[in-house]
């Protein structure tokens, strides 16, 4: 995972977690009357643009409130206060515009691996319209994901492809010059414009009508990461508490101690402060606090026995893309995370590939029993559950009780056609040549070109 993150995604990628915990109702009050309603813009405690090691240890102090110590829940509880959604957005969201340049080195790789030819000649030229705007988490792959798109096209004669980085690109006027867009790794909102509700629904309006109309849809791993939200609150804190705790926790009693928390503070300052001048300008801080944060969740989330039984937390944001692209992320395993593919249908145009076997090392997304179901999904391949160690599988939080996790389908949405594929976060993904094949044959279904059993897995006579 790129540490351009959006809580938009990293939260929801690293498993989101909506626990409460019991802690008495005079305490809870007490300890959020301390904290401050945003950790982030508390830390500067004399306001003058920097953070000293003393300013940042005392920040993280006072997360333990009046108390001796914490449990992983209680500090879960604390951090949900300290980092409401909208601050852990300003540290996660990349500022700036989005690289727009892969390396020349994975664009080798990836012009290695291209297919000769595709499975089937298109009706008529194909225009296709990469929309790589990431509004939560932005993957360092995409400018190589966007350019895959471009050069599968070109190389065996299926489309031709137009990558933007806007969402403005999204209207009536421009689409109808193009017979399928592809969502390449889009995160968060991202057709939104925040400032104007109108553009923002004129644009929800063109993509719908679009693909109902009989054009097409295609996304690729983060397109299935867009428009969902946690509910029941705020749920950050409880997703960075097992990092922070694994981290702090110096004396293994499962819990921690203000002086723990100061000693934290400082080796994280350490490490911030490269250049030793005893104080983090807000930039750097943000890049450098970003960083440490991502690192506690990451370990948090590549230990065993985290998984939390129960229904997810996450409800759609905007149910009718939700229901066209299939589905939206709930949790992910960490990259590089070994699958297994099992082919749901080998007799399909599109599983070809994949017919003497399939493995892959990527971050892996699971979709929730809310919002991801055959009923309505055709689909192609999924994981081999019972290939995954049994400590892999104590990783996920609030796992399907059916154990069953697509990783690509197709199906209709109106006259159109949509095609998702779950993998795609690592660069090392687009030198696969079968994976390549996979996503040529797909796009090709959605464009009209190749034609597929789309009906609903759970509908099929066994």
Same mark, same amino acid.
């Given at each position: 995972?790129?540490v351009?993150?959006?809580?938009?995604?990293?939260a929801?990628?690293?498993?989101?977690?909506g626990?409460?915990?019991?802690?008495?109702?005079g305490?809870?009050?007490?300890?959020?009357?301390q904290q &401050?309603?945003?950790?982030?813009?508390?830390?500067?405690?004399?306001?003058?643009?920097?953070?000293?090691?003393?300013e940042?240890?005392?920040?993280?102090?006072?997360w333990?409130?009046?108390?001796?110590?914490?449990?992983?829940?209680?500090? *879960?509880?604390?951090?949900?206060?300290?980092f409401?959604?909208?601050?852990?957005?300003?540290?996660?969201?990349?500022?700036?515009?989005?690289?727009?340049? /892969?390396?020349q080195?994975d664009?080798?790789?990836?012009?290695?691996?291209? /297919?000769?030819?595709?499975?089937?000649?298109p009706?008529?030229?194909?225009?296709?319209?990469v929309?790589?705007k990431?509004?939560?988490?932005?993957?360092?792959?995409?400018?190589?994901?966007?350019?895959?798109?471009?050069?599968l096209?070109a190389?065996? *004669?299926?489309?031709?492809?137009? #990558? %933007?980085?806007d969402?403005?690109?999204?209207n009536?006027a421009n689409?109808?010059q193009y017979?399928?867009v592809?969502?390449?790794?889009?995160t968060g909102?991202?057709l939104d414009?925040?400032?104007?509700?109108?553009a923002?629904?004129?644009r929800?309006?063109?993509l719908?009508?679009? #693909?109902?109309?009989?054009?097409?849809?295609?996304?690729?791993?983060a397109?299935?990461?867009?428009?969902h939200?946690a509910t029941?609150?705020?749920v950050w804190?409880?997703?960075?508490?097992? *990092?922070?705790?694994?981290?702090?926790?110096?004396?293994?009693?499962?819990?921690?101690?203000?002086?723990?928390?100061?000693?934290?503070?400082g080796?994280?300052?350490?490490?911030?402060?490269?250049?030793n001048?005893g104080?983090?300008?807000?930039?750097?801080?943000?890049?450098?606090f970003? *960083?440490?944060?991502?690192?506690t969740?990451?370990?948090?989330?590549? %230990?065993?026995?985290?998984?939390r &039984?129960?229904?997810?937390?996450? #409800?759609?944001?905007w149910?009718e893309?939700?229901?066209?692209?299939?589905?939206?992320?709930?949790?992910?395993?960490?990259?590089?995370?070994?699958?297994v593919?099992?082919?749901?249908?080998?007799?399909?145009?599109? %599983?070809?590939?994949? @017919?003497?076997?399939?493995?892959i090392?990527?971050?892996?997304?699971?979709?929730g029993?809310?919002t991801?179901? @055959?009923?309505?999904?055709?689909?192609?391949?999924?994981?081999? !559950?019972?290939k995954?160690?049994?400590?892999d599988?104590?990783?996920?939080?609030?796992?399907?009780e059916?154990?069953? !996790?697509?990783?690509?389908?197709i199906?209709r949405?109106g006259?159109?056609?949509?095609? !998702?594929?779950?993998?795609?976060?690592?660069?090392?993904? !687009?030198?696969m040549?079968p994976?390549?094949?996979h #996503?040529l044959?797909?796009?090709?279904?959605?464009?009209?070109d190749?034609k597929?059993?789309?009906?609903?897995?759970?509908?099929?006579?066994?």
């Open positions: 995972m790129n351009q993150i959006s809580f938009g995604r990293f929801k990628k690293f498993a989101i977690i626990c409460a915990v019991a802690l008495s109702s305490a809870l009050t007490w300890m959020f009357a &401050p309603a945003d950790f982030l813009g508390s830390v500067d405690a004399d306001k003058d643009g920097f953070i000293t090691r003393s940042f240890a005392s920040a993280m102090s006072k333990t409130g009046n108390r001796e110590s914490l449990t992983e829940e209680q500090l *879960g509880t604390v951090l949900d206060s300290a409401p959604e909208s601050a852990f957005a300003a540290v996660f969201v990349a500022s700036g515009p989005q690289n727009q340049t /892969p390396k080195s664009v080798d790789k990836m012009m290695a691996a291209l /297919p000769e030819s595709a499975p089937a000649k009706k008529k030229p194909r225009k296709v319209l929309l790589s990431a509004a939560g988490f932005v993957h360092s792959c995409i400018p190589l994901a966007a350019k895959t798109i471009e050069e096209g190389k065996t *004669g299926a489309w031709t492809a137009t #990558v %933007t980085y969402s403005v690109s999204i009536s689409l109808k017979d399928l592809f969502l390449n790794n889009t909102e991202f414009d925040p400032k104007d509700p109108a923002t629904a004129a929800k309006k063109a719908l009508d679009f #693909v109902r109309s009989g054009k097409g849809l295609a996304g690729i791993h397109a299935g990461d867009s428009y939200k029941g609150g705020t804190g409880h997703m960075l508490a097992p *990092g922070i705790m694994k981290v702090a926790d110096t004396d293994g009693d499962h819990k921690v101690t203000t002086a723990e928390l100061n000693t934290l503070a080796t994280w300052f350490d490490k911030m402060d490269s250049h001048t104080k983090l300008s807000q930039q750097d801080f943000r890049g450098g970003r *960083g440490r944060l991502f690192s969740v990451a370990r948090a989330a590549a %230990t065993p026995g985290k998984g &039984p129960g229904r997810d937390t996450q #409800v759609g944001t149910p893309f939700d229901k066209a692209i299939g589905g939206f992320f709930k949790y992910h395993w960490l990259d590089p995370q070994h699958i593919y099992k082919i749901d249908d080998p007799d399909s145009p599109l %599983t070809t590939m994949f @017919r003497d076997g399939f493995e090392n990527d971050e892996t997304y699971t979709f029993m809310d991801w179901s @055959r009923n309505n999904l055709h689909v192609l391949t999924s994981i081999d !559950y019972s995954m160690s049994e400590a599988k104590l990783k996920e939080d609030f796992p399907r059916d154990h069953d !996790y697509g990783l690509s389908w199906h949405v006259k159109g056609r949509v095609f !998702y594929e779950a993998h795609g976060h690592s660069e090392r993904v !687009y030198a040549k994976m390549l094949e #996503v044959a797909g796009v090709q279904y959605a464009l009209g190749l597929a059993n789309d009906t609903p897995s759970a509908k099929l006579k066994k």
